[in-house]
Each structure stands twice: as C-alpha cells, then as structure tokens.
C-alpha cells in the first residue's frame, strides 16, 4: 500500500504561484510513477503533469506546459508541482496520484490517490 497526502493548495490571483506537495507513505519502493490530476465541478479528472519516480523524466498536459513544473525528491518521499502564471482555467481540486507501472495520462493507471488539495485561482 502506499499512502499520499496533498498540501500546498489555495486562493491565487491570476498570474500568481502556488507549489503543491505530495508526500508519498508506505510501500514506496513499489511506485513508477507520480503524477498530478485536477477536476473542476462538473468535469472529469484530467492528466496534468507526470514524473518517473526512477529517472525523473517528466511530461505534461499540453493546457500547462511551459507555466508548471513536476519535481520529485526520493529522499523526502515527495513530489512537487510548481504552478507560475496561473489561469481561472487551472482552479480545481489537485489529486495526487501514484502508479505501480509506467503511469502514463490516464487515471486509471493509478492505483493510489491522495485527498486532494484546493487551488482557486481569482480573475
């Protein structure tokens, strides 16, 4: 089992940052891959950022790249997400998520979920 928890999360104006926190718990040997997933009222739970837990090779939505960066730190257990020039569009709830096997864009991939943290972002 591995256990995830978010932090990081909260109210941004447009344009702003924020840096978002997963802690990663347990059998975390076993993990390939870390990624970060967001969802939006009414909307489905969509593939942000990527990171090879081994390697650290990264991959990103095509709505984020060039403004978020995945980063991990195997010796803490944790991986980041940092957001710059953040848009309304980015508000959500943030998953973290890690995958026994190469996780790839798709939820479903992912055996393990955090809680979930915040991030609202204020025209």
């Known amino acids: 089992q591995v256990q995830l928890v978010e932090s990081g999360g909260g109210l941004v104006q447009a344009g702003g940052s924020l840096r978002l926190s997963c802690a990663a718990s347990g059998r975390t040997f076993t993990i390939n891959t870390m990624g970060w997933f967001r969802q939006a009222p009414g909307k489905e739970r969509d593939f942000v950022a990527g990171?090879?837990?081994?390697?650290?090779?990264?991959y990103y939505a095509d709505s984020v790249k060039g403004r978020f960066t995945i980063s991990r730190d195997n010796a803490k257990n944790t991986v980041y997400l940092q957001m710059n020039s953040l848009k309304p569009e980015d508000a959500g709830l943030y998953y973290c998520?890690?995958?026994?096997?190469?996780?790839?864009?798709?939820?479903?991939?992912?055996?393990?979920w955090g809680q979930g943290t915040q991030v609202t972002v204020s025209s």
């Open positions: 990171i090879l837990w081994s390697g650290g090779a990264t």
């Open positions: 998520a890690a995958s026994l096997g190469y996780g790839g864009r798709n939820y479903g991939t992912y055996a393990y």
